[in-house]
């Protein structure tokens, strides 16, 4: 059973452009939720995706998005990016209602 | 919004011996707490998890316990070992299965 999948590993950015970044839930999973994770700190998390709409929302400007496809899997795009914006991205799936999450192995952005 | 605070924030041990890592949290609705280890490059993965109907649960070496009145949780690893050595972070579910984190503890296992 593959957990978790993202993609890509890693990426390379300037400022003012724009990325997506991909995540696939783990088997049996239909919630997808996102964090970020600045260079020694704890995951924050972005938003929340079940039945193709966002659920939850954290603290962060709208310059993340995100969309979650019929087949559960889901995309972060960040526009508009700044170097702050530089962080392993996390994708986190689980069952809708009080579940566990299961982490991928991220996305590491550099914004230069 | 929940707000998790960690200690400490780095933690050295001989290999065998016990390590504790004590988290606290500010929402009182609060009712999930999960534990998560990362190894460097990877994912944080989960290690042991507690729900607020029970005070303390184990899992081999490890061991979690709730103190729902003070809003505190802390971790507990018995006789370490070096593959022990990672980042844990703790975690408290702020509603809706949104997970605030701690800013993490970094376990050495000194051979």
């Known amino acids: 059973d593959a957990g978790v999948t993202q993609s890509p590993t890693h990426l390379i950015k300037t400022r003012g452009q724009q990325v997506t970044l991909r995540c696939s839930p783990k088997?049996?999973?239909?919630?997808v939720s996102w964090y970020q994770q600045a260079l020694g700190q704890g995951p924050q998390f972005i938003f929340q995706y079940y039945e193709e709409e966002e659920r939850q929302r954290g603290n962060f400007p709208d310059r993340f998005s995100g969309h979650q496809f019929p087949n559960y899997s889901s995309e972060l795009n960040v526009n508009a990016l700044l170097l702050g914006d530089s962080a392993l991205y996390l994708c986190?799936?689980?069952?809708?209602?009080?579940?566990?999450?299961?982490f991928g192995p991220g996305t590491r952005l550099t914004v230069l | 919004g929940e707000n998790v605070e960690q200690h400490p924030s780095t933690l050295s041990v001989q290999e065998g011996d016990s390590a504790v890592i004590k988290c606290t949290y500010s929402?009182?609705?609060?009712?999930?707490f999960p534990w998560y280890k990362q190894e460097l490059g990877k994912g944080p993965q989960l290690i042991i998890d507690i729900r607020s109907n029970v005070g303390e649960k184990k899992d081999q070496r490890i061991a979690v316990t709730l103190n729902k009145t003070a809003k505190h949780f802390s971790l507990h690893i018995t006789e370490t070992q070096p593959e022990d050595s990672a980042v844990y972070f703790c975690a408290a579910e702020g509603g809706a299965n949104n997970l605030f984190f701690g800013t993490g503890t970094r376990l050495t296992v000194i051979p």
């Open positions: 929402d009182s609705a609060s009712n999930y």
């Open positions: 088997s049996g999973h239909d919630t």
């Open positions: 986190a799936s689980s069952r809708q209602g009080p579940d566990t999450q299961y």
